[in-house]
């Protein structure tokens, strides 16, 4: 499954998340946390309930709600009911892949709200954004977490909550944004980059998005719809490189039958780090719906 570029759509703007598919992002995230003011909770709640149940709502994108940091049970009961046998509505059920949570900072909550989900008779993925600087000291184990299915890296309220100041070039959150990266790594679990604000600025993001991919990000996350299509295209590999990692593994499948421990590919030797490369590179095209080999 493909996590290239997560859209957040404001949870009390029904037409904003029905159009949200159409953005051809990989997941979809109905926000109920920061992007509905206090005092429109329940209307949001109810406005995310209304899509999800309704049947002509069938993406072919991952969906998720992002949950409210101190309410995720009333979130809830107001998305599925409160046991999630359908007895509120018999003939409606939702469609519901993933859930987000906010400012996680250590795997209790992740696992918590995971048995709110299974009480309910749920069972989705569970994103966990890391956001603050408990959470980042604690993202390897909050990673780690049985529930687990992504982490992502919530720069903005990092920098807010360390008292940092936000730059261009975002020195001052690259430890923490390496270090989610390593953790997401180290337990097998999707990472995904912070938000890119300004989004006018496609340049600034295609830059930004490029340079995630270099520190090993699987995806980022997106505030509007003009931004999915530079981060679907900065997280699938070009042709050349498909070409080149399928080189490099057709020639590992050739001297692994010759029990053959060296061999190059272009003239150039290859190693266990660059045969890792080239697998990414594959399981990343084929996650993109590209036949590589």
Known sequence: MARRSLLFSPGDRPELMRKAPATGADVICFDLEDAVAPGRKDEARAAVREVLVDPDFDPDAEVCVRLTATAPAADLDALVGATGDGSDDPDSSPRLDAVMLPKVEDA????????????????????????????????????????????????????????????????????????????????????????????????????????????????????????????????TPDAEEIEWAARVLDARDEADRADRGVFSVDGEMIDAPLIAQAERIVERAAAAGIDAR
């Open 108 to 235: 209790d909550r992740v696992e918590r709200v995971a048995a709110l989900c299974a009480d309910r008779g749920l069972d989705p993925a569970v994103f966990a954004l890391v956001e603050t600087a408990s959470g980042v000291l604690s993202a390897a184990s909050i990673a780690a977490a049985a529930a687990t299915s992504a982490v992502a890296f919530g720069a903005e309220d990092l920098a807010a909550d360390v008292g940092a100041t936000r730059t261009d070039e975002g020195t001052e959150v690259l430890y923490a944004r390496e270090h989610v990266v390593l953790a997401a790594s180290a337990a097998d679990v999707d990472a995904l980059d912070t938000v890119y604000t300004d989004f006018s600025d496609a340049e600034g993001l295609r830059e930004e998005t490029a340079f995630a991919l270099t520190l090993g990000y699987d995806g980022k996350l997106a505030i509007h719809p003009s931004q999915i299509d530079p981060i679907n295209e900065a997280f």
